[in-house]
């Protein structure tokens, strides 16, 4: 077995733009050769979404998105995705060095307000394998007030339900190995608990948890079933983080204090035979320096075990196809899919050409693409250019070396308008993806300068 770490965080920020140094919310300290994790998800709810904002983060980045990744560029993160359904946003940060062992990256939403009809309240998800282990990410933003506690449960059911994937082993998001879920999930204190917020919040100045706990509305429908049964949270042993005065640390007693963000997690611990996957959580806390909203940001750490392929064999399987399953759901990803022959340079607004080998057999589709990015790029949407592999690559007559490759299938690509002002060194990227939109990235070049034309 091997470990991945992964960071949780989810903020609802109120519609305020990040006013505040992000660094803590995401644990990062000035440490020296801090030891950082391999995952950083992260969930917010009320980003702001008029019309305006809306129509800019279809072209670019919101500022939430910006913030965190002029942090995380620094410490050699690269953004796998982000989606966002009015002010739900979700993102996910990996290590570049995990970059080609990442696959079938896809999203999915659902909207819950007013019946369905509108997305101020739902969720968004996204799942991707790595190492060939499913993992599924929701951030949700279920119905709020104390009295709408069957509205909740209804939200919940609505989105295992209604959201479903087009990776055949993880249609849904339970089918998953490992399934993690955050968001202003708004459950309260019981209705019948007959205390008034002076009350209550002289219960969290005595730090008496426990007691307020027993009175979760999340925890009451795990008990019985009708919502998050599935899950597991560790008990919150920090202050409930809403409703709060904007910029301060006092309660608005307008409303009782509760746990609304929460950070949950499902592991499919005996999906496979002679291996039992496990989920170690390392932190559960939330954020008081953050004073931007009534809600106080909630995170949590996380260790997952990830199977090595000789170790599995998948459960009610038939044994003549095992090896085969076993092939596709936990490979080996040690070795590039596709390798890129060295480029020694391009020439800006001209016609390039590259070329690569498949070192595995994994069919092309009409929509694989090869994309130009600068090195050490930020962003899995941060390409320069692109071409479809189907109109931009075609099979060589040379079989490629070394001997170690040589059933494997040599390609010439070319790439017809690298843009002008294109300056200091870029890398090629190659992405596998389905008509359903399932992406996965198959091989990345060494990097290569962009040299100016010279004039005649």
């Given at each position: 077995?091997?470990n991945?770490?992964l960071?949780?965080a989810t903020?609802?920020?109120?519609?305020?733009?990040?006013?505040q140094?992000?660094?803590?919310?995401?644990?990062?300290?000035?440490?020296k050769?801090e030891?950082?994790p391999?995952?950083?998800?992260?969930?917010?709810?009320e980003v702001k979404?008029?019309?305006?904002?809306?129509?800019?983060?279809?072209?670019?980045?919101?500022?939430w998105?910006?913030a965190?990744?002029n942090?995380?560029?620094?410490?050699?993160?690269?953004?796998?995705?982000?989606i966002?359904?009015?002010?739900?946003?979700?993102?996910?940060?990996?290590?570049?060095?995990?970059?080609?062992?990442?696959?079938?990256?896809?999203?999915?939403?659902?909207?819950?307000?007013?019946?369905?009809?509108?997305?101020n309240k739902?969720a968004?998800?996204i799942?991707?394998?790595?190492?060939?282990c499913?993992?599924?990410?929701v951030?949700?933003h279920?119905s709020?007030?104390?009295?709408?506690?069957?509205?909740?449960?209804?939200?919940?059911n609505?989105i295992?339900?209604d959201?479903?994937?087009?990776?055949?082993e993880?249609?849904?998001?339970l089918y998953h190995?490992?399934?993690?879920?955050?968001?202003?999930?708004?459950?309260?204190?019981?209705?019948?608990?007959?205390?008034?917020s002076?009350?209550?919040?002289?219960?969290?100045?005595k730090?008496?948890?426990k007691?307020?706990?027993?009175?979760d509305q999340?925890?009451?429908?795990m008990?019985?079933?009708e919502?998050?049964?599935?899950f597991?949270e560790k008990?919150?042993d920090?202050?409930p983080?809403?409703?709060?005065d904007v910029?301060s640390?006092?309660y608005?007693?307008?409303?009782r204090?509760?746990?609304?963000?929460?950070?949950?997690?499902?592991?499919?611990s005996?999906?496979y035979e002679?291996?039992?996957l496990?989920?170690?959580?390392l932190?559960y806390?939330?954020?008081p320096?953050?004073?931007?909203?009534d809600?106080?940001?909630?995170?949590?750490d996380?260790i997952?075990?990830?199977?090595?392929?000789?170790?599995?064999?998948?459960?009610?399987?038939?044994l003549s196809s095992?090896?085969t399953?076993?092939?596709?759901?936990?490979?080996?990803?040690s070795?590039h899919?596709?390798?890129?022959?060295?480029v020694?340079?391009w020439?800006?607004?001209?016609?390039?050409?590259?070329f690569?080998?498949v070192?595995?057999e994994?069919?092309p589709?009409k929509?694989?693409?090869?994309?130009?990015?600068?090195e050490?790029?930020g962003?899995l949407?941060?390409y320069v250019?692109y071409?479809?592999?189907s109109k931009?690559?075609?099979?060589?007559k040379?079989?490629?070396?070394?001997?170690?490759?040589e059933?494997?299938q040599?390609y010439e690509?070319?790439i017809?308008?690298v843009?002008n002002?294109?300056?200091?060194?870029y890398?090629?990227?190659?992405?596998?993806?389905?008509?359903d939109?399932?992406?996965?990235?198959l091989?990345?070049s060494?990097?290569f300068?962009?040299?100016?034309?010279?004039?005649?």
């Open positions: 077995m091997d991945l770490r960071y949780l903020y609802n920020v109120g519609t305020n733009n990040p006013e140094k992000l660094q803590d919310l995401l644990s990062i300290t000035s440490q050769n030891k950082l391999d995952f950083y998800v992260i969930g917010l709810q979404s008029q019309p305006q904002n809306m129509l800019l983060d279809t072209l670019f980045d919101d500022s998105t910006i965190l990744r942090i995380l560029d620094q410490k050699d993160y690269v953004k796998l995705k982000s966002r359904l009015q002010g739900l946003l979700l993102s996910i940060f990996s290590l570049r060095k995990h970059l080609l062992n990442v696959r079938e990256i896809e999203s999915e939403y659902t909207r819950t307000g007013l019946a369905g009809i509108w997305g739902g968004v998800s799942r991707f394998s790595i190492y060939g499913s993992l599924c990410f951030n949700s279920l709020a007030h104390d009295n709408q506690l069957k509205d909740r449960v209804e939200d919940y609505s295992i339900k959201q479903d994937f087009h990776v055949p993880t249609l849904k998001i190995d490992y399934v993690f879920w955050m968001g202003d999930l708004n459950f309260r204190l019981m209705e019948e608990y007959e205390r008034t002076e009350e209550i919040e002289r219960s969290v100045l730090k008496d948890l007691k307020l706990l027993e009175q999340l925890r009451h429908v008990r019985k079933g919502a998050f049964s599935e597991i008990d919150p920090f202050p983080t809403f409703k709060f910029g640390n006092n608005d007693h307008k409303r204090p509760a746990w609304c963000d929460r950070i949950l997690y499902c592991v499919n005996h999906n002679n291996v039992t496990k989920v170690e959580q932190s806390k939330s954020h320096a953050f004073v931007l909203s809600h106080k940001p909630v995170s949590a996380f997952i075990k990830i199977p090595r392929p000789v170790e599995l064999k998948p459960r009610h399987v038939d095992a090896q399953i076993c092939d596709k759901v936990f490979s080996d990803y070795e899919v596709v390798q890129f022959d060295k020694s340079s020439e800006e607004g001209e016609e390039n050409k590259a690569y080998k070192t595995k994994v069919p589709t929509d694989d693409w090869i994309g130009l990015f600068k050490n790029f962003s949407d941060d250019t071409e479809y592999v931009c690559a075609t099979p060589t040379e079989r490629s070396n070394p001997p170690s490759f059933r494997s040599k690509v070319t017809p308008d843009p002002r294109c300056k200091g060194n890398c090629l990227v190659y992405f596998s993806q389905t008509e939109k399932v992406m996965s990235v091989g990345v060494d990097p300068p962009i040299v100016k034309t010279e004039s005649d």
